[in-house]
């Protein structure tokens, strides 16, 4: 998957990537989210800007919070 580095990835852009991991390789959503994290910023919470790395939290917390309701 090419990113451009411009870009603003959005919270709904991560919770679709968290789903597709988690239903593609049967993952729980602590592992997708390490996984997407490897892939998409490379291990490093800057790589792809302050406002994405947000959205990448927001979006784990949104589904960890949905997940434990």
Same mark, same amino acid.
């Given at each position: =998957?090419?990113?451009?580095?411009?870009?603003?990835? @959005?919270?709904?852009? &991560? #919770?679709?990537? &968290? /789903? !597709?991991? =988690?239903?593609?390789?049967?993952? @729980?959503?602590? /592992?997708?989210?390490?996984?997407?994290?490897?892939? !998409? &910023?490379?291990?490093?919470?800057? @790589? !792809?800007?302050?406002? @994405?790395?947000? /959205? &990448?939290?927001?979006?784990?917390?949104? =589904?960890?919070?949905? #997940?434990?309701?």
């Amino acid at each position: =998957m090419v990113i451009n580095n411009g870009g603003n990835l @959005s919270t709904e852009y &991560f #919770k679709a990537y &968290f /789903h !597709l991991i =988690m239903v593609t390789q049967g993952a @729980s959503l602590d /592992h997708a989210r390490d996984i997407a994290f490897a892939r !998409l &910023f490379n291990n490093e919470a800057t @790589s !792809l800007g302050d406002s @994405s790395y947000n /959205h &990448f939290i927001e979006a784990y917390l949104e =589904m960890k919070n949905v #997940k434990t309701v």
